[in-house]
């Protein structure tokens, strides 16, 4: 199955804006996690961008997932773009 690489941009002041809906977010990480197409998933340590690891069909569905999560539904995450990664080690 292929792998992607997803990275992307926090708003301003992220920590506090995500309250409300990290919950909800972290319970979708968690079944992606699950179902295996979700590898891994953080933000770099000044909370400024987010980095996510994939293992889908295609990009379409790493789209699908992402725009559905909370975060990028409520302006958290403000920006993203996914690559189909060639994993060597």
Known sequence: MPKFVMWGSYCENALEKRTPYR???LQGLQLQKEQ???KALGPTTDSSKVFGIYEAADAAVVRQLVEGDPYWQNGIWTEYEVYEWN???
Request: charged letters at 0%.
């Open 23 to 25: 919950a909800a977010h």
């Open 36 to 38: 295996g197409v979700l």
């Open 87 to 89: 994993q060597v080690f």
